[in-house]
């Protein structure tokens, strides 16, 4: 299985990776942890995850704080998905309230993946790294519960203009993914619960953010062994 998460940092005007590369970083409970320079319009994958805060006018094309439209994943994903994600946040029909989700099945050659499934984040004014770690686990919950082969997961903070700490926000990401997918494995064993196993998890990040992000991957990783 394919899991991809995309993380920026806290600037854009540093050292880029350039796009498409991988590295795995690491490997929990049988699960190959790989990082990929990737945006979430882009990957490829059977479900593509993407977080948005609660609607505020021209949010993610407010740059900056918002990232340039160029670097910016979620004005990708709006404009390959001809408006939708602007369109539905700001007519209600999602209010982005943390941990809200909703799926959304694109037309073939839309965006790369089957399937959307949208996490809310709440109150920008109100975010905190926290939060991701419960963010995590709605993701791996939802994953598993639509039995796909494969997905990615957008975190979208800087995107949408936050000044998030992407090491933590990023660690805080697997520690929920595997909090999650250690419940429902209790719970097979339990035979309470069943479910397709994952194999791969790709966590995406930004160019300027890649290093970054993967120093919170591996840190959380060696956490998650001990």
Not at 40 to 60: K, N, R, W
Not at 86 to 106: D, M, Q, V
Request: with cysteine.
């Amino acid at each position: 299985m394919i899991f991809s998460v995309f993380l920026t940092g806290n600037a854009y005007a540093q050292a880029t990776t350039a796009i498409g590369t991988a590295k795995v970083w690491g490997t929990v409970d049988g699960i190959a942890i790989e990082g990929v320079v990737q945006g979430p319009s882009a990957q490829v994958s059977d479900l593509q995850i993407a977080c948005v805060f609660e609607y505020t006018e021209g949010d993610i094309f407010n740059t900056p704080p918002a990232l340039p439209p160029a670097l910016n994943g979620l004005v990708h994903l709006d404009q390959d998905m001809e408006g939708l994600l602007t369109e539905i946040r700001k007519s209600g029909k999602f209010h982005g309230h943390a941990n809200e989700t909703i799926l959304i099945s694109p037309p073939k050659g839309t965006i790369g993946s089957k399937k959307l499934l949208l996490i809310g984040l709440g109150d920008r004014d109100k975010f905190s790294p926290d939060l991701m770690t419960g963010v995590g686990s709605v993701a791996m919950r939802e994953a598993i519960n639509l039995g796909v082969d494969n997905f990615s997961f957008a975190s979208d903070l800087k995107d949408a203009g936050i000044d998030s700490p992407t090491a933590l926000v990023a660690g805080n990401v697997v520690r929920g993914i595997f909090e999650a997918y250690r419940t429902q494995t209790w719970l097979k064993e339990k035979k309470m619960s069943t479910f397709k196993p994952i194999s791969k998890v790709i966590l995406l990040a930004g160019p300027a953010f890649f290093t970054t992000a993967g120093e919170g991957i591996q840190e959380a990783i060696a956490s998650l062994k001990n």
